[in-house]
């Protein structure tokens, strides 16, 4: 496969990441927040990216064993766990300290 033609499928495939964790960040876990008690102010970019990095990983671990050559090469990433780790505890957060703190 072209290698350029690899960059447009990760390309594609970020932004839609992007959009599907704009959507669920507005219309989903801010209100799920606000009903549980957690403040939510100002604003909510990094719970944003956070959730499209947790979706972006999500989708290449259940995806990897069906399409083999990028998304493998994903899974063996130090950086590629090292942010989905950290898209965990951004989520988490606020469910400890009370409140969106970002």
């Not at 909510?44 to 998304?71: G, R």
Request: aromatic share 20%; glycine share 4%; hydrophobic share 65%.
């Amino acid at each position: 496969m072209k290698e350029w033609l690899l960059v447009v499928i990760v390309l594609v495939e970020v932004i839609i990441a992007l959009i599907i964790g704009l959507w669920l960040t507005i219309f989903v876990i801010t209100p799920f927040y606000e009903s549980v008690g957690i403040t939510v102010y100002g604003d909510v970019w990094v719970l944003w990216f956070a959730v499209a990095i947790f979706l972006y990983s999500i989708y290449t671990m259940i995806f990897s064993s069906i399409v083999k050559y990028p998304l493998k090469r994903r899974l063996r990433s130090n950086l590629f766990w090292f942010l989905f780790v950290v898209s965990i505890l951004l989520i988490v957060i606020p469910f400890i300290q009370g409140e969106v703190p970002y």
